[in-house]
Protein backbone atom coordinates (compact mmCIF):
# COMPACT_ATOMS: atom_id res chain seq x y z
CA UNK A 1 0.00 0.00 0.00
CA UNK A 2 1.06 3.57 -0.80
CA UNK A 3 1.73 6.08 2.14
CA UNK A 4 2.60 9.85 1.72
CA UNK A 5 3.60 11.91 5.17
CA UNK A 6 4.66 15.68 5.30
CA UNK A 7 6.64 16.97 7.49
CA UNK A 8 9.08 20.09 8.47
CA UNK A 9 6.28 22.53 9.44
CA UNK A 10 6.11 24.59 12.07
CA UNK A 11 6.60 28.08 13.83
CA UNK A 12 8.54 30.82 11.79
CA UNK A 13 8.65 34.34 11.79
CA UNK A 14 7.54 36.78 8.91
CA UNK A 15 10.26 37.17 6.59
CA UNK A 16 11.79 33.44 7.51
CA UNK A 17 12.23 30.07 5.84
CA UNK A 18 11.08 26.62 6.25
CA UNK A 19 11.00 23.59 4.35
CA UNK A 20 8.91 20.77 3.61
CA UNK A 21 9.09 17.65 2.87
CA UNK A 22 6.88 14.70 1.60
CA UNK A 23 7.61 11.28 1.02
CA UNK A 24 5.95 8.41 -0.88
CA UNK A 25 6.46 5.10 0.57
CA UNK A 26 5.27 1.89 -0.61
CA UNK A 27 4.62 -0.37 -3.68
CA UNK A 28 5.78 2.68 -6.61
CA UNK A 29 6.40 1.83 -9.99
CA UNK A 30 6.67 5.39 -10.87
CA UNK A 31 5.73 9.23 -9.98
CA UNK A 32 4.18 11.10 -12.57
CA UNK A 33 4.38 14.15 -10.54
CA UNK A 34 3.95 15.82 -6.98
CA UNK A 35 2.57 19.11 -6.08
CA UNK A 36 2.15 20.90 -2.84
CA UNK A 37 -1.55 22.22 -1.26
CA UNK A 38 -2.90 24.42 1.19
CA UNK A 39 -5.55 25.27 3.27
CA UNK A 40 -6.14 28.38 6.10
CA UNK A 41 -9.13 28.21 8.41
CA UNK A 42 -12.39 29.24 6.40
CA UNK A 43 -10.81 28.53 3.21
CA UNK A 44 -10.84 25.96 0.08
CA UNK A 45 -7.51 24.27 -0.27
CA UNK A 46 -5.46 25.69 -2.88
CA UNK A 47 -2.60 24.44 -5.03
CA UNK A 48 0.54 26.28 -4.19
CA UNK A 49 3.54 24.55 -6.41
CA UNK A 50 3.62 21.53 -8.47
CA UNK A 51 6.42 19.24 -10.56
CA UNK A 52 5.75 16.67 -12.71
CA UNK A 53 7.86 13.35 -14.12
CA UNK A 54 9.76 15.55 -16.38
CA UNK A 55 11.15 19.03 -15.99
CA UNK A 56 7.73 21.40 -15.29
CA UNK A 57 7.08 23.21 -12.62
CA UNK A 58 3.73 25.07 -11.36
CA UNK A 59 3.83 27.96 -8.71
CA UNK A 60 0.63 29.85 -7.49
CA UNK A 61 0.91 33.71 -8.46
CA UNK A 62 0.90 34.25 -4.62
CA UNK A 63 4.14 31.98 -4.04
CA UNK A 64 5.91 33.18 -7.09
CA UNK A 65 9.55 33.96 -6.68
CA UNK A 66 9.37 32.82 -2.99
CA UNK A 67 8.59 29.17 -3.08
CA UNK A 68 10.69 26.56 -4.73
CA UNK A 69 9.51 22.96 -5.64
CA UNK A 70 11.94 19.70 -5.96
CA UNK A 71 12.04 16.14 -5.85
CA UNK A 72 14.17 13.21 -5.86
CA UNK A 73 13.25 10.29 -8.33
CA UNK A 74 15.22 7.75 -6.88
CA UNK A 75 14.13 8.38 -3.31
CA UNK A 76 10.20 8.93 -4.30
CA UNK A 77 10.74 12.30 -2.15
CA UNK A 78 10.23 15.90 -2.46
CA UNK A 79 10.99 19.20 -0.95
CA UNK A 80 8.84 22.55 -0.67
CA UNK A 81 11.49 25.53 0.08
CA UNK A 82 9.65 28.48 1.30
CA UNK A 83 11.10 31.81 1.56
CA UNK A 84 10.27 35.80 2.49
CA UNK A 85 7.14 33.91 4.25
CA UNK A 86 4.01 36.44 5.22
CA UNK A 87 1.33 35.85 7.76
CA UNK A 88 -1.22 34.82 5.24
CA UNK A 89 0.92 31.94 4.08
CA UNK A 90 0.01 30.69 7.33
CA UNK A 91 -1.92 26.57 7.05
CA UNK A 92 -1.72 23.54 6.62
CA UNK A 93 0.45 22.08 4.08
CA UNK A 94 -0.73 19.11 1.97
CA UNK A 95 1.61 17.02 -0.06
CA UNK A 96 0.06 15.24 -3.00
CA UNK A 97 1.49 12.42 -4.58
CA UNK A 98 0.16 11.33 -8.51
CA UNK A 99 1.80 8.09 -8.94
CA UNK A 100 1.26 4.41 -10.94
CA UNK A 101 1.55 1.07 -8.31
CA UNK A 102 2.48 -1.01 -11.63
CA UNK A 103 3.18 -0.56 -15.24
CA UNK A 104 -0.31 -1.04 -16.21
CA UNK A 105 -2.27 0.90 -13.72
CA UNK A 106 -3.32 4.50 -13.99
CA UNK A 107 -1.92 7.15 -12.42
CA UNK A 108 -3.94 7.84 -9.24
CA UNK A 109 -3.71 10.54 -6.19
CA UNK A 110 -1.93 9.75 -2.92
CA UNK A 111 -2.84 12.35 -0.53
CA UNK A 112 -0.44 13.27 2.97
CA UNK A 113 -2.04 13.96 6.43
CA UNK A 114 -0.85 17.45 6.12
CA UNK A 115 1.84 19.81 8.27
CA UNK A 116 1.04 23.00 9.71
CA UNK A 117 2.63 26.18 8.79
CA UNK A 118 2.46 29.18 11.33
CA UNK A 119 3.98 32.60 10.06
CA UNK A 120 3.44 34.99 13.03
CA UNK A 121 5.96 37.12 15.02
Known amino acids: QVQVAESGGGLVQPGGSLRLSCKASGSIFSINAMGWYRQAPGKERELVAS???????FYADFVQGRFKISRDYAKNTGNLEMNSLKPEDTAVYYC???????????????WGQGTQVTVSS
Open 96 to 110: KADLRTIYAAPSREY
Open 51 to 57: ITSGTST
